[in-house]
């Protein structure tokens, strides 16, 4: 009994974590050529392209899930209360499409950021080792431990963002713009 209450005023006493942006975890900052990364790879049917609506002021979570026969999410993106300013009224309107055969997404939007929205993807279900990437990484679990969120900065590169695991098979990043995002582990 003495035990357990030791346990609960240890465990009380600690200040909780607060919640912030994303910790880098991959790459230093610069953006890498495409050529020195493999991109995730992603089977089966593609999640549908998405269009949301909805207030400035309200925010949005919006879950794209892939389609039948699992439903199992693919990307969650959420967007705070005010992250966007509207470039007509106070409506936003975010439309999302998914990549054919990666796990990546583009984003686009003609609001304006003012700070940055979370995308999480989640790659468990259909998870996918690209081509050649068994040279560096002999297993899933290596390959997944290298997974990083990058954003397409143009045609050849990808910038890796600041992202955190917030649990298995996810990997959460920062959205500060519209883009391309994608997952992917350095060559």
Known sequence: MLSVALLTACATSAPLPQPGAP???VGNGSAVALTEVWLLDRLGPSPTDTVVRFSAATGRTIVIRHPRPDHA?????TFPPGI?????GDSITV???PLPGRYGMAIDTDDTFVGFALGTFSYAAHFSAPTGSTARYPTSARLEAALGAARLTD????????SERPAGDML?????RAGTYLLAAPR
Request: no cysteine.
């Open 23 to 25: 910790l880098p975890t």
């Open 73 to 77: 999410v693919f990307a969650i993106l």
């Open 95 to 97: 439309r999302v499409r």
């Open 172 to 176: 959460r990043f920062a959205i500060a």
């Open 155 to 162: 045609t050849t590169k990808v910038l890796f963002l600041p």
């Open 84 to 88: 966007l300013t509207a470039a007509q």
